[in-house]
């Protein structure tokens, strides 16, 4: 597994699980919406959740540990292939991705945790293959400093009493970063889910 230096301490560390059903040698990918009920809420994505290192002993055991929860199977209906790679998304999260598949003949099999999941569905392969995701672009600012809830400045970074460059004392630009999108009869997929599905389908890491 690739190592990003300060991920353990610096970022909320998380693992999901891309899914691949077979249903009649045409493989598809699993995905759930979820409940509005819980934090983004109604949005789609892969099962998985924050790595609890009291439980788990590896981001994959996390992964496997949140789809059997949240999609309510047996630990043996799932079975993990490979580690796809781990991104870092803008708000401080880090997600372990894997890829793996899930033994099941049809979706009605899944009996979804209503308080996480709304609903559960799955997209072929080959439509992903067929549709590129639309690509955006949103800047990222960095703010050294903000206004505390009495009214006061509170500098996160005293740029000026450490001696850094002026520009440091005010906030910056950290540039555009690229948001997919994959407009679906299902909903919108985007932001860590569409980069996963993205990358899994760019470099033919199927199943």
Same mark, same amino acid.
């Given at each position: 597994?690739?190592?990003?230096?300060?991920?353990?301490?610096?970022?909320?560390?998380?693992?999901?699980?891309?899914?691949?059903?077979?249903?009649?040698?045409?493989?598809?990918?699993?995905?759930?919406?979820?409940?509005?009920?819980?934090?983004?809420?109604?949005?789609?994505?892969?099962?998985?959740?924050?790595?609890?290192?009291?439980?788990?002993?590896?981001?994959?055991?996390?992964?496997?540990?949140?789809?059997?929860?949240?999609?309510?199977?047996?630990?043996?209906?799932?079975?993990?292939?490979?580690?796809?790679?781990?991104?870092?998304?803008?708000?401080?999260?880090?997600?372990?991705?894997?890829?793996?598949?899930?033994?099941?003949?049809?979706?009605?099999?899944?009996?979804?945790?209503?308080?996480?999941?709304?609903?559960?569905?799955?997209?072929?392969?080959? &439509?992903?293959?067929?549709?590129?995701?639309?690509?955006?672009?949103?800047?990222?600012?960095?703010?050294?400093?903000?206004?505390?809830?009495?009214?006061?400045?509170?500098?996160?970074?005293?740029?000026?009493?450490?001696?850094?460059?002026?520009?440091?004392?005010?906030? &910056?630009?950290?540039?555009?970063?690229?948001?997919?999108?994959?407009?679906?009869?299902?909903?919108?997929? &985007?932001?860590?889910?569409?980069?996963?599905?993205?990358?899994?389908?760019?470099?033919?890491?199927?199943?």
């Amino acid at each position: 597994m690739d190592r990003i230096i300060g991920k353990k301490n610096k970022y909320i560390n998380t693992a999901v699980i891309l899914l691949i059903l077979d249903f009649n040698g045409n493989q598809e990918i699993l995905f759930e919406k979820r409940n509005f009920d819980i934090s983004q809420g109604g949005e789609i994505c892969f099962p998985g959740g924050k790595i609890d290192e009291s439980i788990d002993s590896t981001p994959e055991q996390t992964a496997i540990r949140e789809a059997c929860e949240e999609l309510e199977i047996p630990r043996d209906k799932i079975v993990v292939e490979r580690y796809l790679g781990t991104t870092i998304a803008t708000l401080g999260v880090a997600v372990d991705a894997f890829i793996g598949k899930i033994k099941i003949d049809s979706l009605v099999e899944i009996r979804p945790n209503a308080d996480e999941v709304q609903s559960v569905f799955s997209i072929p392969i080959t &439509w992903f293959k067929s549709h590129n995701p639309e690509e955006y672009h949103v800047n990222i600012e960095i703010h050294p400093s903000e206004v505390n809830e009495k009214g006061l400045i509170e500098y996160l970074l005293p740029a000026y009493e450490l001696g850094i460059p002026e520009r440091y004392q005010r906030s &910056w630009d950290g540039g555009k970063i690229p948001i997919y999108v994959y407009r679906t009869e299902y909903g919108v997929i &985007w932001g860590i889910t569409a980069e996963i599905v993205r990358e899994f389908v760019k470099n033919n890491n199927f199943v």
